[in-house]
Each structure stands twice: as structure tokens, then as C-alpha cells.
């Protein structure tokens, strides 16, 4: 986590007149794909959802997430904007993601068909680094969080 991260997080706990939890696990982000709309989305609390490759976890060796963790979102300028909060984690074949998590990632016409057709897009570029191919199959790690700050 950058300084600004740092500050951002210190700063909500100092707003709140609590401390923040001594083992809260935090972690600084942007969304992948047009970061400064899904920020958006999450903003006007349209979006309650993300996922992301299991295989990327594994590729890039980094740890799943986990209920209870607060991820500070940054826009595409590595400003951060908003605090969230996992709720839930499921690790999910892509071709079984509800109709229900679709809607609440809060994109597009918010549809299953809508959901698919640009996260296959997605992984599918996401994955060819790798050498590897998108199958329908494919693990997701799908999150869904609540927005516990927003920056003013």
C-alpha cells in the first residue's frame, strides 16, 4: 500500500473516532478493466461485485481474498476513492455464476448475457501473458463487498 493509500485509510478510521481494526487485512487497487467507470459503478453502490481469475491469483502468487478484508479502490490515477469491505468469497467455473452476481457487478445492461460476453473479453486477453487459453469453465474468485467509505 502507497503513502496516499495510507493516509486514505488512516484518515476514514480518525473520521469514524475509532481505531481501525489492529488486524485488518488492507490491500490498494484499481479495477482492471476501465477502472475509473467501475469505481464509478461502485460509488453510486450499482456495483457490489467483482471477480477475477483463480488462475491469476496463482500466476501472479498472490493470496485469495478473504471475508473481512478491506480493499482501498483506487481510479486510474492511483488516487484512492473508496473503502470496501469483503462480505462473501466463492470460487465459481465461470459457466456457473448466477444471474444474481452478474447484476450485482452493476455493468452494462446488467444481464447475464451482457456479464459474459465482456468478462470473456476480459479474461480472455487477461490469460494470453500466460500462454494460457479462456475456457468456459475457468475458475473465478467472486467477491462481493460493501462500500464502507467514500472520499468527499
Same mark, same amino acid.
Given at each position: 500500500?502507497?503513502?496516499?493509500? /495510507?493516509?486514505? !485509510?488512516?484518515?476514514? !478510521?480518525?473520521?469514524?473516532?475509532?481505531? %481501525?481494526?489492529?488486524?485488518?487485512? =488492507?490491500?490498494? !487497487?484499481?479495477?482492471?478493466?476501465?477502472?475509473?467507470?467501475?469505481?464509478?459503478?461502485?460509488?453510486?453502490?450499482?456495483?457490489?461485485?467483482?471477480?477475477?481469475?483463480?488462475?491469476?491469483? &496463482?500466476? &501472479?502468487?498472490?493470496?485469495?481474498?478473504? =471475508?473481512?478484508?478491506?480493499?482501498?479502490?483506487?481510479?486510474?490515477?492511483?488516487?484512492?476513492?473508496?473503502?470496501?469491505?469483503?462480505?462473501?468469497?466463492?470460487?465459481?467455473?465461470?459457466?456457473?455464476?448466477?444471474?444474481?452476481?452478474?447484476?450485482?457487478?452493476?455493468?452494462?445492461?446488467?444481464?447475464?448475457?451482457? !456479464?459474459?460476453? =465482456?468478462?470473456?473479453?476480459?479474461?480472455?486477453? %487477461?490469460?494470453?501473458?500466460?500462454?494460457?487459453?479462456?475456457?468456459?469453465?475457468?475458475?473465478? =474468485?467472486?467477491?462481493?463487498? /460493501?462500500?464502507?467509505?467514500?472520499?468527499?
Amino acid at each position: 500500500m502507497d503513502h496516499n493509500s /495510507k493516509l486514505f !485509510w488512516e484518515g476514514y !478510521w480518525k473520521e469514524t473516532s475509532e481505531s %481501525a481494526p489492529v488486524d485488518a487485512s =488492507v490491500t490498494a !487497487w484499481a479495477f482492471g478493466a476501465n477502472p475509473d467507470h467501475l469505481l464509478d459503478l461502485v460509488l453510486q453502490r450499482k456495483k457490489t461485485a467483482t471477480c477475477s481469475g483463480h488462475i491469476l491469483y &496463482e500466476k &501472479e502468487q498472490e493470496p485469495l481474498p478473504k =471475508v473481512g478484508q478491506y480493499s482501498i479502490i483506487l481510479d486510474s490515477h492511483d488516487v484512492p476513492k473508496a473503502i470496501i469491505q469483503i462480505t462473501h468469497v466463492d470460487i465459481i467455473p465461470m459457466n456457473q455464476v448466477s444471474e444474481s452476481f452478474a447484476r450485482a457487478e452493476g455493468e452494462g445492461d446488467l444481464t447475464y448475457d451482457y !456479464w459474459y460476453r =465482456v468478462h470473456k473479453e476480459f479474461f480472455t486477453e %487477461a490469460l494470453k501473458p500466460y500462454g494460457l487459453a479462456f475456457k468456459n469453465d475457468m475458475l473465478l =474468485v467472486c467477491e462481493r463487498f /460493501k462500500l464502507i467509505h467514500a472520499a468527499l
